[in-house]
């Protein structure tokens, strides 16, 4: 790979430019997630308004990109300034949108400025095209895509739409990036950065192929990935529950958080389990571009309440947890609808169901909100959010995505709802709203979730894979020790690799190693890498996203009061809290790291090459 | 009254103007409807959009408004140009807004031209105020009136608010103007037409007091009504049990529409009637400014998933048939719920509850759509609107407020969605929808719709008051006869009247002669009126309507098919349609009215004195 195509797109005045990143440079960062951090912390200015026209918008592939079927190479990756974090924003999102991106003749999208005027934006074949789009501004993502592809008469299966929803045109914090009807890059609110932009799709479709240098290598690292993935257990797992195939698993270790983290355990968990949608919802299973895996679930539903079109996107574990169990909603059929619906108003479900989860909680505890309580009876407008009872929730998507009474607080995140009530009621990280898995029951992921650069992510080290499924090796649990911190900060350097290859992560949990990934890698760019300089450079990417935040003023590494002072009451963590493992392992961790207080020493911007940015630190 | 004193205000310029309209001038039309339609069709030029900068709102008091209590003179009526039917839009709202605007200065507003930005307005004891509307742009009309006091800090019970909510912004053809929370200026879409001038509220307050010229005369007058209605069982009825009382009623004589009109009964209709909604969810009645009737409902609802905030507005008669029988939905609490949700999204519930009335009927046939039931598939988005069922229609009251997918269709109303799937199944006149009461059961009432200039409405004749109430005298309500052609006529003439002085048409039911009023109107003008000028002066405001309306193309008196053609099957009126009653009366109020093919003739127009529209027949 000798260069990165990027296409420059400025709204503001409505002219393209052509830009190509140096090889050099893409050996640095690769590509997706780390070429974008690069970029976002080089060109947006210090303290800019995420909502504002100096922001950026970074939409990725990476260097094996549609490039070969068999393990996941179709992932998008997404890189801004975060609306609802106020720090560096990133998300990944599977589906097919980077490689037709490549095939439309270029390796990434840089959406600069602001329009006055909605638009819509086709990139066919290198040709860039604006569109108004007076017509669907206001509309859902379902519709937009419908509508773009029949504007441009395209083919079902020819070409990708990136879209957003009204949540992302009304500056939602938390609004997603939606594709294929539900494939979202949904953390971190780079939605609201699109709509802000007022950009309401893109769509790319074309027919050039991404390069190959060594096409013989390539192949190599193809078939060891294809052979250790098809052969896996996990695959099998993944492929026949989906991601949701968690909510036991993680159930049974009291992990499953529960009544807005309350509890770690849900008497009903069996109900929205991924073995009951899979027994009862199932249509069948979907893939990304070019996956094996096909951990996608095509869903329907009976009943006329909550109806979904046959073969929509089903939700993954994170959302039956965010409006599942934390919300006690037992209800298969409610949730599907519900993450329907917001992938049509394009939120991301996480921090949506947990916004909802606080404000839940604050309705059962208004007495103790003095004047504050007539406020909250005010903005809810009769609204009754009541565990376990969906209408509400399905209302506040509505009003969330409108900004409407209660959801124009809402729309701020959990965080803001809990402090504009003044209430300490909320499990979050850098303004991020934490995933499924409670970290005082599995002690790693409270590391994992305190020293995630984006705010509460299970993403950026997955502590479940060793804690809880024994990949590689199994550890304890409820165990704090400092190895866990060194593992913690390998998988966070790995996965910012992986991320920027791109290639999903799920193909880590069955080939678990840089090793398995430096055929691929040198395959397709000609580079003499080794498994060592993979982990270099994500040690180089998740220091450059950490000098990101640094120069915005970063918050550090922390979790929630709910984390580290309340215990769970129930389940097998009965007890725990996560304030011990954090204690323990952060120091640990910034040892492993070679940072002092939360921030890059120069000794460790220079071993990495980062010397450009000592101003910062 | 010896003048009307308008406030101009010009939206394009930010510019506001007083004027003063002549005594001639209100001898000839009072105020109210009679001045607005009159005002209108001098002043909105022929075929201007009806959302355009060039089409007008009037906002109007009448002589006796706001000036003594005992009856009911608190209404608003609305003018302008319809974004629904596309003829003369008007519409009459209960509440305290137009005494308040009396006391502000101004007998009315006009709003005209179009603002860039989204304002609203104060008007103070004279002061005109334009304050940025950016906060509250998007939000629901509930939190829209708590805003605007707050910003101005008013006191709960000083001034008024009107508002349109996110329907009236985004141009949905039958959005409603709100005032306290739940009173509506529902009919023909005027929400849109204040959306599209980008004003979002108006709060009028002061402390002027209306004229009355002849103090002694005018108590006499007010007298005579608070007696007749104070000891009038119809003020009892209504008090007890608000509106709704009508459902047992009409449902008794088979005229209450059903699924889409095409049952004109409803096995559970003593589940959504008057006495049900007293029983369990009154918990107080609310009359409008000087009101003594009180037919107003506050009500509480118990579940969850139903929520409103105790005291809040309940559903009228009409609300109930929309939402309720015409859809089969007989949980009253959800229609609680969704009545709440409409007036804060701000949309007429009868138009809406039509709407939705025919989706469920092209959903449950969509079999028979051909290529179409695709495009409706997809365009649903999942949503199954099935009978009886209460999720969908909720969710649909955000998707038609929003513009989303189906609801981008439906927002263009009930005949609009019926066409664009080419299904006969709409209950209409003149392009709006019908209200309650089936005019092949109430054969008067076919008349009625037929020949409302507004479009199907039962408050332009009620002639339910003689076919069923008896009031003054009791017809068969099957029966046809060119008498009640001729009733039809009169009840046109009064009521437009009565519209104009401005006083509450439930008066009538118990005050129901145009001598009733003469003391009052003389009093308040210190005009030596009769009670035949009364009617002259309705018969003149019907035929300034009917002019608007030719002069805009208008369609004609007819009914749509589903009431000529298909029979009734249940209740007392089984195997009746509405054909004959149309056929037979037509003619005769043709005659009676001096018009020809639905056409004022010259001489008609000469006799009441408008020669200056000569040019429209």
């Given at each position: 790979m000798s260069e990165f195509k990027l296409l420059r797109v400025n709204l503001s005045s409505q002219k393209v430019r052509e830009e190509r990143v140096d090889e050099k440079t893409l050996r640095r960062f690769l590509g997706g997630r780390g070429l974008g951090a690069y970029l976002a912390l080089k060109e947006i200015p210090k303290g800019a308004d995420p909502l504002g026209p100096e922001n950026k918008l970074f939409i990725m592939s990476g260097p094996v990109t549609g490039t070969a079927e068999g393990f996941e190479a179709g992932r998008t990756h997404f890189v801004g300034k975060s609306p609802l974090t106020g720090l560096l924003g990133e998300s990944n999102m599977g589906g097919r949108f980077a490689p037709w991106m490549r095939y439309s003749g270029y390796d990434g999208i840089v959406l600069e400025g602001k329009s006055d005027e909605p638009v819509w934006i086709?990139?066919?074949?290198?040709e860039v095209k604006f569109h108004s789009a007076k017509e669907v501004w206001g509309r859902g993502t379902h519709y937009t895509e419908y509508y773009v592809k029949k504007q441009l008469n395209a083919k079902p299966n020819e070409g990708a739409v990136l879209a957003i929803g009204p949540a992302g045109e009304n500056g939602v914090r938390f609004a997603s990036l939606i594709h294929a009807g539900g494939r979202a890059g949904g953390r971190t609110g780079l939605g609201a950065v699109m709509g802000s932009?007022?950009?309401k799709a893109i769509y790319v479709y074309g027919t050039r192929k991404p390069e190959v240098v060594d096409e013989e290598r390539f192949k190599k690292g193809v078939e060891h990935l294809k052979e250790k993935i098809g052969n896996h257990p996990v695959?099998?797992?993944?492929n026949s529950y989906g991601t949701a195939v968690l909510v036991n698993i993680i159930n049974k270790i009291g992990a499953l958080p529960t009544k807005n983290w309350r509890k770690g355990t849900f008497e009903k968990a069996e109900e929205i389990s991924g073995e009951r949608m899979a027994e009862k919802y199932l249509v069948k299973t979907r893939g990304c571009w070019g996956c094996q895996i096909e951990c996608g679930r095509l869903v329907k539903t009976y009943s006329p309440e909550w109806g979904v079109p046959e073969g929509s996107k089903g939700p993954e574990y994170e959302t039956i947890f965010a409006i599942g169990s934390n919300l006690e909603l037992s209800n298969l059929e409610a949730i599907i609808r519900i993450n329907h619906v917001l992938n049509d108003l394009g939120m991301d479900t996480i921090e949506f169901g947990n916004t909802v989860a606080v404000l839940m909680e604050l309705y059962e505890r208004a007495e103790e909100l003095g004047e504050k309580s007539e406020?909250?009876?005010?903005?809810?407008d009769g609204l009754r959010p009541v565990w376990g009872v969906p209408n509400p929730v399905l209302e506040l998507a509505y009003k969330v995505?409108?900004?409407d009474g209660i959801g124009n607080v809402m729309a701020n995140g959990a965080k803001a709802l809990a402090e504009a009530f003044g209430c300490d009621c909320v499990a979050e990280a850098r303004g991020m709203s934490l995933p499924a898995y409670d970290p005082r029951a599995i002690k790693a992921m409270a590391l994992a979730y305190a020293t995630s650069?984006?705010?509460g992510c299970h993403l950026r080290a997955y502590a479940v894979s060793f804690e809880v499924l024994g990949i590689p090796v199994k550890t304890d649990?409820?165990?704090?020790?400092k190895e866990k911190a060194k593992m913690v900060k390998e998988q966070q350097?790995?996965?910012?690799?992986?991320?920027?290859?791109?290639?999903?992560?799920?193909?880590?949990?069955?080939?678990?190693?840089p090793e398995d990934y430096v055929d691929l890698l040198a395959g397709v760019t000609g580079w003499d890498v080794t498994a060592d300089e993979i982990m270099e450079i994500g040690e180089r990417i998740y220091n450059v996203e950490r000098l990101f935040n640094v120069r915005e003023g970063d918050p550090g590494d922390y979790l929630s009061k709910r984390l580290l002072e309340e215990a769970l009451p129930d389940g097998p963590a009965k007890g725990e809290t996560a304030k011990e493992a954090l204690e323990v392992m952060l120091p640990a961790y910034y040892e492993y790291r070679g940072w002092e207080d939360g921030k890059p020493t120069e000794e460790t911007l220079k071993r990495l090459g980062l010397q450009e940015f000592l101003y910062i630190i």
């Open positions: 086709s990139v066919i074949d290198g932009k007022k950009v695959k099998k797992a993944l406020e909250l009876k005010k903005l809810l995505a409108n900004r650069n984006r705010g649990p409820l165990e704090v020790n350097d790995f996965f910012a690799s992986i991320d920027s290859m791109i290639v999903c992560k799920f193909n880590t949990f069955m080939t678990p190693s």
